[in-house]
Structures are given as C-alpha cells and as structure tokens.
T-cell receptor, first 110, second 114 residues
Framework: GIQVEQSPPDLILQEGANSTLRCNFSDSVNNLQWFHQNPWGQLINLFYIPSGTKQNGRLSATTVATERYSLLYISSSQTTDSGVYFCAVHSGGSNYKLTFGKGTLLTVNP | DAMVIQNPRYQVTQFGKPVTLSCSQTLNHNVMYWYQQKSSQAPKLLFHYYDKDFNNEADTPDNFQSRRPNTSFCFLDIRSPGLGDAAMYLC?????????????FGPGTRLTVL
C-alpha cells in the first residue's frame, strides 16, 4: 500500500516563529488532507489539497502531486498551534481509506 | 453548526465487559467511519458504512462490531474489551466513498479498560 512519511517527527518553536512541515507519499493520490489534532484528541480539518496551494489565515499548504509531497506552513506560531499535525491521503486503489502519516508533534512555547 | 458528535467523551470499562460507543452526525453524509487511535500513533481505520453497506477492514478484530440504524447514528460495540483496546476511538463522516472526499472527524471517545 501507499506509504506516507512526515517530517520532522517533533518540532519545538518559540511563539512567533514560522515553520514548515513536510509530507512525502509513495504513489499518486486522489486526495490529501492536513489535520491538526489538538491536546484533547480532536482531529480538525485544515486543508483538503490534492494539488496546488491554499491559504487559511496563518496557515497555508502546497501539494506538488507530480513530485509526491505536500508542505504545511505555519507562520507567526501561537501556543494554540501546539499538537500533532497529520497528513493523510487517499490513493487510487482505495478511495475511501485515508492512509495517515505518523504525524509531527509541534510544541509552541510562550 | 453541522457536526459530528461522539458520546461519551470518556468511557471506562472493565476487562471483558461489553461497551458501546456512539456517534451521530448532522451533516447528512452517506459514509460513516470508525477509527482506533492508540497513544502516539496515527488513526487506524476499523470499518465504515456507506449508507447501510458495512465494510470491514481485513485486520479488524472480530471483537469489534458496528451498527448503523439510520443515516445519523453509528455505534461501535466492543464485545469483550481487553487491555489492548484502550485507545481513542474516532468517528468520521464523508459524503461519498467512491470518490475522494473530505472526512470530518468527531471529538473522539477515550476508552480506558481496567
């Protein structure tokens, strides 16, 4: 099956810093989603982005499908950005099944 | 606001005592999913329903069952919980499963097995 790798596994920032999280995938994808899992466990949709670039406030994402990677940018980080960021993909063979990466644990210190 | 709701948020059960987790949605989505997420791991799909059609993942233990009595509700039944079943259980929905579509997650139920 498709492999999804996220980097870095852990990231510690000071409030106000910028960061880039990366997601590599091993095969072509029909769908790619970025999620933020807050400290209470809820998975919150950030972006649905199989290709191209999207922005939502301080967050933006870019997927280069031909090169099989996606990037999530967080600018001017805040303590509330802390949590785990997951990348998840649908691959062509299984439209319903999201394959998750292992996540990036982000800690933003005040 | 349209949403995915899970109850309870925290559930404690005893080893071997059956437990039911509940999920409801106001999005009127066709598809509902159950995921298991153990500590420091990614969510793992257990099964999903497209309308009333049940789809079990090959590696989902028989101890886990599910019911979907109507569009809005879906239940996860764990017949004989073991210590290894302690996890966060996440319910998600999407409009379709035959085409790539966004999945929306509920807040989860954290299950403790004593």
């Amino acid at each position: 099956g498709i492999q999804v790798e996220q980097s870095p596994p852990d990231l510690i920032l000071q409030e106000g810093a910028n960061s880039t999280l990366r997601c590599n995938f091993s095969d072509s994808v029909n769908n790619l989603q970025w999620f933020h899992q807050n400290p209470w466990g809820q998975l919150i949709n950030l972006f649905y982005i199989p290709s191209g670039t999207k922005q939502n406030g301080r967050l933006s994402a870019t997927t280069v499908a031909t090169e099989r990677y996606s990037l999530l940018y967080i600018s001017s980080s805040q303590t509330t950005d802390s949590g785990v960021y997951f990348c998840a993909v649908h691959s062509g063979g299984s439209n319903y099944k999201l394959t998750f990466g292992k996540g990036t644990l982000l800690t933003v210190n005040p | 606001d349209a949403m995915v709701i899970q109850n309870p948020r925290y559930q404690v059960t005893q080893f071997g005592k059956p437990v039911t987790l509940s999920c409801s949605q106001t999005l009127n989505h066709n598809v509902m999913y159950w995921y298991q997420q153990k500590s420091s791991q990614a969510p793992k799909l257990l099964f999903h329903y497209y309308d009333k059609d049940f789809n079990n993942e090959a590696d989902t233990p028989d101890n886990f069952q599910s019911r979907r009595p109507n569009t809005s509700f879906c239940f996860l039944d764990i017949r004989s919980p073991g210590l290894g079943d302690a996890a966060m259980y996440l319910c998600a929905t999407s409009r379709e499963d035959r085409s790539p579509d966004t999945q929306y997650f509920g807040p989860g139920t954290r299950l403790t097995v004593l």
